[in-house]
């Protein structure tokens, strides 16, 4: 490498420019005075306040550099429409500010959830297929002519299996729509982690609810079956016996120590039997019988049935004629239950094997729509926001010290340079004089356009004063004005407030009502957060005669005596059997409804204020109790119709009885009376509850306010409890029970209530849903921008815009003066012109606000600017029933002469006293017309019911919908409400109808079971219609016909009216054709029995 020379310092050089220097700035004077002055003394201030002025200049801006350099800023960054890749890489880094607004606030959960599921494979297994249920229901000795024996129940056993799987899987399918249909609701994305908390939340509370409606249901038909006492056709909770009279009575079966009449529950392990011989083969294992098929089946597991060899035996043991192909189930693809787990434990799960669901952050990211994202960040200025600053600040500086400097130096110097006392004492003496004469001469001389460089000559210089003067006086005038204008006009001022507490939100709403806006940074939130029920149910519900040894006291209080069914000793047992399920049930619903409740979201953007709050969420709690009270009086109301319809023959023979004839080996039903009421044509007839003679059958005692009837759930409802309030009837009524040592129970205390009275009866208490008390808590800048625009208005020849000061008088430097000035002027009229150009063709965009528009202005906007377009709300939750209105008519049918209990009672009389086949329409139409009664009152009952539901749910978003979108929204949540009204009530029916059937409960009127005498027992027959029997199908059915009632030959059929196993089953299958025809009417009237 090769060092450059290092050149000679010229030292005499260095010198002269430093005293060149030295001399440059002793002189300078960057304040001279206009015209310029030759007084010394003016100069030397002049000098003095230009180096105070660089110095306070420098040392100023050296502060403001310092402390602009060394603060920290927080700087808020926005960015336009993110990805998601760029949203998750800004929540990684900014993850404590990120913000970023959805445009669509509310998202189905269809959009971004999936939910699949596997049953349990007995499912899909040949167990429940049709072919397995025939050849089990055509085995040898499926007839029913043995008891206890799998051939003659195993039929049902697996009807039942079947059902189970079907309703679980219309379950499901049935609350996926509504919960797909469910709004998630955020003003803001939501990050990935908590979306996935959250969606695993909803997922987990949706299979939750879904299971806790469905064992609910489950156990409300299980226990009105068991209330009621229904008898199995299959006789495993009763069995018949003849009299001497020979009419029929029925006993309670014994499982164990276990008696049908206390309990539904009782069991025995199910028996291979060889057929002729009925001889015990093996008992198969995990299976059960017992009172009802159901609650064996519940009781059941499958392990025989995960075993070939096991299946194999049955097979065999069966001796059917036919073969069958039959595949065990594989404990290997069982991953939630195990072999010997029971039916009970698998629909704990509602039977699924596996739930396989996922959340989609990518769908609900798209549908979420960020707009924009925005974070702070905190950090110091830039270098060029620093030089920038002090660059502005510098014009402002160099202003106010030119003024302030000059005159704070003049003051200075004429203290320190004082005169002698004298002339000071002189000066003192005339003070006013001298300050008025020279304010005097300043304001005559005072010239703020002077003209460059200054002139001398007079008249200019008169002009410059007019001017100054003109200048000032309109100045003052104008400023006077604007200062006058802003003191008297009133301005609209948004006073911002950081995270108030909820003290300093009171305070600004107690002042600010109509104007304050307190935005939520969750706008959706959960009624738990705020909202506690807790409840009280009536005091029977915690004492001592809902409790099993209740029951099972009851149970026996009568030794081995029979006792007229009305006796209170034989269906007390059922009466507080009946009381104990409506607390159990209650219960349950309630709690179930609570959890619904509570997830249930409040959505509002901004605070609500506490007083609209109190009315909202007392409006919320009124709501709730009256839906999930209406809820479940229907689904109690739909049980009750179709075990009436259905006429379901009670166990104690509360509803028909029953005779014998020996000769024929049949029996005839006869319905009950109970007064001048029919169980044949009203559920509801009723008598006092007596207690009769054990041997003479005199009535020794009537239990005050308590009710017998058709059912014992229909009279239990008509009665009261004030016996059970009195210790006096409470003793009394046990001194009539023969049992060994008597139960001590505590009579109800009247003082606990503060809801009932003790003759209130318990569809009064059910109406309030038992509960006693409900205790409910509730956890409750303008900117103006200015623009100033200068013109140029002259150009003179000789215009200097950059005169050298003090001013000089060579030519050659004024010709560059003004050479500069015209170049200046040039490139800034360039600069211009291109500014405008390019401001003029580019396309700007223009955010456009109006103010509360009319829907007239907003759709005449919409068809504008529909791409552009947002309107705000200001209430972005929005109750259905503001903007949608629903209205139905039923089938005709429902309104018709058909229904009217008129229509009724004439048919119910049209046989007079003759006997009929139970096909006869003048039999069958005393409960069909009842049937299609009870189906109008419920459909309508639950469009109603979902009706409430509908209304108060509500409509979220952010900004107006456009009509065509609306109109399509609508008509969507419509569609969609009367599709899920639609399936929730026939899932409700099938359920009903398909226990009742796979429970074999029999027909009072003897639809799908006869009996006769076998082996000395009464055995059931099951009916045949056509090729079908009730004993494999609920749906068998035959033409409804009217015989002549003497020689029992078919006068007439009746179109499209069928009879069947069960009335409902039958109706469903009828059509009305008949009654759209006046002749057929009038063809079915010829044939009444009737007076008129």
């Not at 009763?238 to 009299?243: A, G, S, T």
């Not at 001590?744 to 009866?761: C, P, R």
């Amino acid at each position: 490498m090769v060092l450059p020379q290092q050149m000679p310092i010229n030292t005499k050089s260095v010198s002269k420019l430093w005293k060149t220097a030295e001399v440059f700035l002793s002189n300078l004077n960057l304040l001279p005075s206009v015209p310029p002055t030759t007084d010394e003394y003016q100069l030397r201030n002049q000098r003095i306040s230009t180096r105070l002025f660089v110095s306070l200049l420098i040392i100023l801006l050296t502060i403001v550099f310092l402390y602009i350099s060394l603060i920290n800023i927080t700087q808020t960054v926005n960015v336009k429409t993110p990805s998601i890749q760029e949203y998750e890489q800004l929540y990684n880094t900014y993850s404590q500010t990120l913000t970023c607004e959805c445009t669509q606030i509310s998202i189905n959960y269809e959009n971004f959830i999936q939910i699949q599921y596997t049953l349990h494979q007995v499912c899909h297994s040949d167990f429940v297929a049709q072919e397995w249920i025939n050849y089990l229901a055509n085995s040898p000795g499926s007839s029913g002519e043995f008891y206890d024996a799998f051939r003659v129940s195993g039929t049902f056993l697996f009807q039942a299996l079947s059902t189970l799987c079907v309703l679980v899987d219309q379950t499901i399918s049935n609350r996926l729509i509504e919960f797909y249909s469910s709004q998630y609701v955020s003003a803001s994305v939501t990050p990935s982690n908590l979306f996935q908390l959250q969606t695993n939340a909803f997922i987990s509370q949706f299979i939750s609810s879904t299971t806790n409606e469905f064992l609910l249901s489950f156990a409300m038909i299980r226990k009105t079956t068991q209330s009621n006492a229904l008898l199995s056709g299959q006789f495993t909770n009763y069995r018949f016996y003849v009299d001497k009279n020979d009419d029929l009575y029925t006993r309670s079966l014994w499982y164990g120590a276990c008696t049908c009449s206390s309990s539904a529950t009782c069991i025995t392990q199910y028996k291979v039997i060889n057929y002729p011989n009925f001889t015990q083969i093996f008992p198969l294992p995990g299976l059960y019988t017992g009172c009802y098929i159901i609650e064996s089946l519940l009781q059941s597991s499958l392990e025989c049935f995960y075993d070939q060899v096991c299946i194999g035996n049955i097979l065999l043991y069966l001796g059917s004629s036919t073969l069958i192909n039959v595949t065990a189930l594989d404990i290997s693809l069982s991953i939630q239950f195990l072999k010997n787990s029971t039916i009970a434990d698998v629909l704990d799960q509602l039977m699924v094997e596996e739930w396989n669901s996922s959340s989609i952050y990518e769908n609900y990211y798209s549908e979420c729509q960020p707009s924009g994202c925005s974070y702070t960040v905190t950090s110091k200025n830039s270098v060029i926001y620093i030089a920038t600053t002090l660059i502005g600040l510098v014009g402002g500086l160099i202003t106010v010290m030119k003024l302030m400097v000059p005159m704070l130096v003049k003051v200075a110097r004429k203290r320190i340079y004082k005169e002698v006392k004298t002339e000071t004492e002189t000066l003192v003496q005339e003070p006013n004089v001298s300050i008025l004469y020279k304010l005097k001469d300043y304001f005559l001389t005072f010239n703020i356009f002077p003209s460059v460089p200054p002139t001398t000559d007079e008249y200019q210089l008169r002009n410059q004063h007019i001017s100054t003067r003109l200048f000032i006086f309109v100045l003052i005038i104008l400023f006077s004005i604007l200062l006058l204008y802003i003191s008297l006009i009133n301005i609209t001022q948004t006073v911002n407030v950081k995270a108030p507490s909820i003290q300093q939100y009171e305070q600004l709403y107690n002042s600010y009502s109509q104007a304050l806006t307190c935005e939520c940074t969750q706008i959706s939130i959960n009624y738990e957060k705020f909202i506690q029920i807790q409840y009280t149910l009536h005091q029977l519900c915690y004492s001592d005669f809902i409790t099993q040894e209740w029951t099972n006291y009851l149970a026996t209080s009568y030794g081995n005596n029979v006792l007229n069914n009305e006796d209170f000793r034989v269906t007390s047992t059922f009466t507080f059997q009946a009381m104990s399920a409506f607390c159990t049930l209650v219960n349950q619903t309630i709690s179930n409804s609570l959890t619904e409740f509570y997830s249930s979201q409040y959505v509002s953007a901004s605070v609500t204020p506490e007083n609209v709050f109190q009315l909202q969420t007392k409006a919320f709690i009124s709501q709730f109790i009256l839906s999930t009270t209406d809820n479940f009086l229907l689904s109690l109301s739909m049980i009750q119709d179709t075990t009436q319809s259905n006429t379901l023959l009670s166990g104690e023979l509360n509803n028909f009885e029953f005779s014998f004839d020996n000769y024929y080996n049949d029996i005839t039903y006869y319905a009950q009376q109970y007064g001048n009421c029919s169980c044949y044509s009203s559920a509801t007839c009723i008598t006092p509850s007596p207690i009769y003679d054990l041997t003479k059958g005199t009535l020794l005692f009537t239990v005050p306010g308590l009710y017998t009837g058709c059912y014992i759930i229909e009279s239990l409802l008509q009665s009261n409890l004030r016996c059970f309030y009195n210790q006096t009837c409470i003793n009394k009524l046990q001194s009539y029970f023969v049992v060994s040592s008597i139960m001590n129970v505590t009579a109800l205390d009247i003082s606990l209530s503060t809801q009932f009275l003790q003759n209130s009866t318990i569809a009064d208490v059910l109406n309030q849903l038992m509960v006693e008390e409900w205790n409910s808590s509730m956890v409750t800048t303008n900117e103006r921008t200015r623009t100033l625009h200068q013109n140029p208005k002259f150009f003179f020849l000789n215009l200097n815009l950059f005169p050298s000061v003090p001013p000089t008088t060579n030519e050659y430097q004024l010709r560059n003066q003004r050479i500069s000035t015209r170049l200046f002027i040039a490139l800034l009229i360039m600069s211009l012109a291109i500014l405008l150009l390019y401001t003029s063709l580019i396309n700007i965009t223009q955010t456009v606000s109006v103010k509360t528009p009319s829907i007239q202005e907003y759709t005449q906007l919409h068809n504008s600017y529909s791409q552009a377009l947002t309107c705000d709300c200001t209430q972005i939750s929005i109750n259905y029933e503001k903007f949608i209105k629903i209205q139905y008519t039923l089938h005709q049918i429902c309104h018709s002469d058909f229904v009217t209990q008129e229509w009724i009672t004439y048919v119910a009389g049209s046989i007079g006293g003759y006997g009929s086949y139970n096909d006869d329409f003048r039999l069958l139409g005393k409960t069909i017309f009842p049937t299609m009664s009870a189906f109008c009152t419920l459909v309508n009952q639950t469009i109603s019911n979902s009706l409430i539901q509908f209304y108060s749910t509500q409509y979220v978003s952010a900004s107006v919908t456009p009509e065509n979108v609306f109109e399509l929204q609508t008509k969507a949540f419509i569609s969609e409400f009367v599709t899920s009204t639609r399936n929730e009530f026939l899932l409700s029916l099938v359920m009903i109808r398909n226990i009742t059937q796979s429970n074999a409960l029999f027909s009072g009127t003897l639809t799908n079971y006869d009996s006769a005498q076998a082996y000395g027992v009464f055995v059931r027959k099951p009916i045949w219609y056509g090729d079908c029997t009730c004993y494999s199908s609920a749906t068998c059915i035959s033409q409804s016909v009217i015989y002549d009632l003497v020689w029992y030959t078919i006068l007439f059929t009746v179109p499209g009216l069928y009879t069947g196993c069960y009335i409902i089953e039958s109706l469903l299958q009828s059509n009305l054709r008949c009654f759209y025809n006046q002749t057929c009417i009038n063809k079915l009237q010829s044939y009444f029995v009737v007076s008129s």
